[in-house]
């Protein structure tokens, strides 16, 4: 029996335009890195793609290593969406990173970009994606080759917009000007790493974007779980992925004292708020225009339901925003 989805479903959802594009995204989106296909089975991934779906959320992004073993993320998903309304959708994958042995199994070549594609969309039984990343940029294959297999995938009908991900500022802007002095389909979007405590891109790649019409969609907007209340404590809930994946070791290396004391009087604050740590590091990306969504992993219902509420208090006062500034900006 076909599932019935909330008819309600784009109520209470924001959507915002991606850069100059005509594209919109979910202010919230769901993202399979490590979770679907990987430490969490098909079952509770369809729970969270249904309930995410019923909650306005439909963009869901995914890469061609993503899953145990790598591709499984594509192939758990690609079951599932078949059971939902694809042209409600926008499903993103991504090519870069290590797939198969051999000079030609990773990175940004032609050979590498335009078969990891058609790997992809085979693992997910689709015709196109929504959005084809560069997942990460290559040191050695010149931009002019990288970008021009992302423009062969749109011609193709494989892609309909391409995106960079973990593009410095730089090496951004010479790709669009690489884009443009080539013809070839612009950047409709970038996916960076970016959080409370990763603040980095807020003087090297924003400028960037914003002088392209690009859109910017962060990864880690919860910096791998730390911007939550579940480790505050000092203890490793056994469910959470550093406890299944990670290991005491990243969390005695990512949470010192230091920063555990900067996590607190976030968490204060956000309690003052009426909301959870996580809720308040979302919707504080969020306030910018130049981010036109937050893409968030979760290994459960109640992890998107929570994520999906902090919509409902969006504002920040100056008092507030200064406070967060002199805990967690660095000095450029």
Sequence with gaps: MAHEFAADRYDA????????????????????????????????ARDCLFRAFDLGITHFDLANNYGTPPGNAEVVCGRIIKEMPRDELVISSK???????GPYGEWGSRKYMIASCDQSLKRMGLEYFDIFYSHRPDPETPLEETMGALDTLVRQGKALYVGVSSYSGAHFADAVRVCERMGLAPITIHQPYYNM????????????????????????????????????????????????????????????????AVLNELNDMAKARGQSLAQMALVWILRLPAFTSALIGASSVKQIEENVAALQNPEFSEEELGRIDKLTKPVP
Excluded: H
Aim: with cysteine.
């Design 197 to 260: 405590l990763g603040r980095t891109i807020e003087w090297d790649l924003l400028p960037q974007t914003a002088r392209a019409g690009t859109g910017v969609i962060p990864f880690c907007p919860l910096a791998s779980g730390m911007l939550t209340d579940k480790y505050l404590g000092g203890d490793i809930p056994a469910e959470s992925r550093a406890a299944q994946k990670w290991g005491k070791e990243w969390v005695e290396r990512n949470l010192t004292p230091e920063r555990r």
């Design 13 to 44: 959802m924001q959507y915002r335009r991606c850069g100059r594009s005509g594209l919109k995204l979910p202010a919230i989106s769901l993202g399979a890195w490590e979770t679907f296909g990987g430490y969490r089975g098909e079952d509770v």
């Design 95 to 101: 090519a870069g990173y290590y797939m198969w042995p």
